[in-house]
């Protein structure tokens, strides 16, 4: 299973998901979230909204792993790892933060703010610097872990049933799984599924982060303050980007509604600035790379 993964992993490191693909056809993860969009709008209503939830997303579920698993018994790991091939993300997040990295070390505030909000939800209209520094690398840590070792992850264990169930898993909390008064009990099921299937990659990615980093301050720090989170496993690879990078991550910022005032990360450091996201964006790539390193071992194994 560990070919899937990495023919997934060099097919996207080569090309991501080109544009004009995307235009004609869409992506899977959209695609997802078409039947997820539909499932809440006529299930999330009445009584019983927690069983409501578990079932839409055990039919998303399903929607994704059963062809998966006719696909990859009639085509075979090589050819499987080519349809897993969208379902990993580790070009078009380095692509969305040098987007942000690039505006920012030119001093243009507008066009940072504008590139930001792309892939984080919190306000960021009125962020400085270094809130925007800080919300693009949080954004990069984390994500590389759901975004891209998670779903390797799963591949290298069962292969494309596997990554194509996470990949659903993963849509459905991001859509769904959040704590508002519209999805507290719907998305209930979906949110604990979701952690459960990023428990381990997680951990996995803040020893990769680590390991290109060459840091022991980014261990100690992932030891130290992953649990202050307010995730389970979104703090282990922010964490230990803090200490690879010897700044602060995460602390104080604003929604729509709200500020939530979160726990700082490697608190005692100082602020990033555009320069971090630029060594952050160096540690994730060479994290990347050690990870396909460990699936070509495991390949040919």
């Known amino acids: 299973m560990a070919v899937t993964a990495l023919i997934a992993l060099l097919i996207d490191a080569c090309i991501g998901w080109p544009d004009r693909i995307h235009a004609r056809i869409g992506h899977p ?99 400085d610097e270094p809130a925007l520094s800080r919300a693009a690398i949080e954004s990069l840590a984390e994500n590389a872990s759901d975004g891209v070792i998670a779903p390797l992850f799963w591949a290298a264990l069962l292969g494309l049933p596997g990554i194509a169930a996470y990949k659903a898993i993963n849509t459905l909390d991001s859509m769904i799984g959040h704590r508002t008064p519209r999805h507290a009990e719907f998305g209930r099921f979906a949110a604990r599924l979701d952690d459960a299937a990023n428990w381990l990659p997680a951990r996995l990615t803040a020893l990769l982060i680590a390991a290109a980093a060459l840091s022991r301050p980014a261990l100690r720090c992932a030891l130290r303050d992953a649990r202050a989170h307010r995730s389970p496993n979104a703090g282990w690879p922010e964490a230990s980007m803090a200490g690879a990078l010897g700044v602060r991550l995460s602390g104080p910022r604003v929604y729509a509604d709200r500020v939530a005032q979160e726990p700082w990360l490697n608190g005692a450091a100082p602020d990033p600035d555009a320069a971090g996201i630029g060594a952050a964006l160096a540690i994730y790539r060479r994290a990347v790379a050690l990870g396909g390193l460990v699936l070509a071992a495991l390949a040919l194994a």
């Open 29 to 127: 993860v959209t695609w997802l979230g078409r039947l997820i969009g539909a499932l809440d709008r006529r299930w999330n209503r009445g009584r019983a909204r927690v069983l409501r939830g578990a079932l839409a997303s055990l039919v998303v579920i399903g929607a994704a792993l059963l062809p998966a698993l006719v696909l990859q018994s009639a085509l075979g790991p090589w050819l499987a790892g080519v349809l897993a091939w969208p379902l990993v993300a580790a070009r078009s997040l380095d692509d969305h933060l040098r987007a942000v990295r690039r505006p920012l070390a030119a001093g243009d505030l507008p066009a940072a703010r504008a590139a930001t909000a792309m892939i984080v939800g919190r306000d960021v209209s009125r962020a």
